[in-house]
């Protein structure tokens, strides 16, 4: 596995960083190993059932990054992101555009150079869901 690791200065929007990285470096199958950092503004989507309308809830408040998870791809980016507000208690749902980093965000994406990572619509749940499959030089212009 590579391992990458940069630092987002702050007024950056996280999600759009992500996918600039993902796209700028061609990661195939990325995963997010550790991020800190706090937020000045979250927007996130909250957590639904299938076929529910999707819910987005905003928060314009210093807000510390406790823990950022997911898989980074060609096909997009599918994160989660929990957050600690200044009383100590944590909000949390799907990373989107606008989370804007206040002071820093301190980011660590591994590169799992077997695999890549594809998403395809799944009738069952409405969303592209992950398929995760050998990573083939056809697959990598760059033979990597």
């Keep these: ?42 927007r996130l989507r909250m957590p ?3 076929g529910d309308a999707e819910v987005f809830r905003a928060f314009a408040e210093p807000m510390e990054i406790v823990s950022l998870t997911g898989t980074l791809g060609p096909d997009g980016l599918h994160l989660h992101i929990s957050l600690s507000r200044s009383d100590g208690a944590c909000i949390g749902g799907h990373l989107v555009h606008g989370c804007i980093v206040n002071t820093t965000a301190e980011v660590v994406i591994g590169e799992l150079r077997d695999f890549e990572f594809r998403r395809s619509p799944d009738p069952a749940t409405g969303y592209a869901e992950l398929s995760v499959l050998p990573r083939s030089a056809e697959s990598d212009p760059s033979g990597a």
């Design 48 to 50: 639904a059932a299938a």
């Design 1 to 42: 596995m590579l391992t990458h690791a940069f630092r987002l200065p702050p007024r950056t929007d996280l999600k759009a960083e992500l996918e600039r990285f993902t796209r700028d470096n061609g990661l195939r199958a990325g995963c997010m190993l550790t991020c800190v950092g706090s937020l000045s503004h979250a």
